[in-house]
């Protein structure tokens, strides 16, 4: 956040239909150059499609709101989308408001409506949207103008992006770690291991492993493979200890190392 990469914000919002009107007609009337934005916890490429389950009262508002009173209007409608890295939910003053902490990258994307359907969750048999977004060109936040709306989204004004400014986050693609790889992956959950364990040695860990390295990856790739489809390895005694390092392009010290602690129950060290 320090280089103006990520941007923080903080705001409550309305939870009912009936909250989220009062406080839109309460409210006055947003500017036209605001763009309301949807968080996403995996960023969109350019013409990438992506399916979004929406039941929440203040989405379902905003979808409303970009299609003119109704999702039959939706199609063809644009917004934007932002890279949540972080989100944190918790009570707000009044039983019908909530609080969101969001951490966000500064560079996001306009994405338009493709299609969309109507329809009931299957409990509750509350309206629900499928709506179906594809990805257009990237925007550049002005930082000052993001703000939480009171229908409950933000929204912020966006130009398209610069050339020089690094968007993460906004192509789609694996912009999270440095040029040199990433140096230490967290597994939380044992169950989990095995796969991720098999995906990094799959991919060398690091572009620019050494034969070591290499070797090293091989090895746990050669392990996943053993091991029978659907099964776990047997479930190892208690405090028994596994690691893997894989040495990166500059040596033992820029290296990647992984750990995981065996055990039962929900104390997972990991």
């Known amino acids: 956040m320090r280089s103006g990469e990520l941007l923080r914000r903080s705001f409550a919002f309305p939870t009912t239909a009936e909250a989220i009107d009062a406080a839109t007609a309460a409210a006055p009337p947003r500017a036209a150059d605001l763009l309301p934005f949807f968080p996403l916890r995996r960023p969109i490429g350019a013409g990438e499609e992506r399916r979004l389950n929406l039941f929440e009262p203040r989405w379902l508002a905003l979808m409303d709101e970009l299609g003119g009173g109704s999702s039959a209007g939706l199609p063809g409608a644009t917004l934007g989308v932002l890279h949540a890295l972080n989100k944190c939910y918790y009570e707000a003053d009044g039983a019908e408001a909530r ?3 969001v951490v966000v990258r500064r ?3 306009r994405v338009r409506v493709h299609r969309c359907e109507e329809g009931t969750r299957p409990v509750t048999g509350q309206r629900r949207l499928i709506v179906h977004i594809v990805g257009e060109e990237e925007l550049e936040l002005e930082p000052q103008s993001l703000r ?3 229908s409950g989204f933000l929204v912020g004004r966006a130009a398209p992006l ?7 986050g906004g192509t789609g693609g694996d912009h999270c770690c440095s040029e040199t790889g990433a140096k230490v992956v967290c597994v939380v959950g044992l169950a989990h291991a095995n796969g991720v364990l098999a995906r990094c040695a799959e991919r060398r860990l690091s ?5 070591l390295g ?5 090895d746990e790739l050669d392990q996943a493979d053993a091991m029978p489809k659907g099964l776990t390895e047997p479930r190892p005694r208690w405090g028994e200890r596994d690691e893997c390092r894989v040495s990166g392009g500059g040596g033992g010290s820029s ?4 750990s995981g602690w065996h055990g039962s129950g929900s104390a997972d060290p990991c």
């Open 99 to 101: 609080r969101v902490d």
């Open 107 to 109: 560079v996001a994307r």
């Open 148 to 150: 939480g709306d009171p």
């Open 162 to 168: 610069r050339d020089g400014l690094d968007g993460p």
């Open 207 to 211: 572009l620019g492993a050494d034969a």
């Open 214 to 218: 290499q070797q090293a990856a091989d």
């Open 255 to 258: 290296g990647m190392r992984m």
